[in-house]
């Protein structure tokens, strides 16, 4: 288990929170310039989001060590806990899909499912 020593901007307390629990962004490109990372945690002492500039070295050392990049643009496959748009499932719709996974033939009625409400019974 990582820990990182980090101090808060607001409370000014000193937290000690695991490596997964920091969210590193880039914002900058330009090696130059001292900030172009942010890190980000929830502070063990007032239990608010912070978010710090931090410099290069500093970034550097956080992902070598394990700690997430947040990526702008996220490529990754929805999950099944992201709600999908469309009218929500009443009582009855759960009764009727129960019933339909209760027949032999449940998939080939599901396959000639149109996008509308229909009888599956």
């Given at each position: ?26 914002v ?41 990049v ?50 599956l019974?």
């Open positions: 288990m990582t820990v990182v020593r980090i101090k808060c901007t607001r409370c000014l307390t000193t937290s000690m929170p695991e490596l997964d629990a920091l969210l590193v962004e880039v900058g490109v330009d090696v130059e310039e001292n900030t172009g990372a942010i890190v980000n945690w929830v502070c063990a002492g007032c239990s608010s989001l912070v978010s710090c500039p931090i410099d290069w070295s500093d970034f550097l050392n956080l992902v070598s060590a394990g700690a997430l947040v990526d702008e643009e996220d490529t990754r496959p929805l999950h099944p806990e992201f709600a999908v748009d469309g009218p929500a499932w009443r009582p009855d719709d759960l009764l009727d899909l129960h019933t339909l996974l209760s027949s032999p033939d449940w998939f080939d009625k599901l396959q000639g499912a149109s996008d509308t409400a229909t009888d019974g």
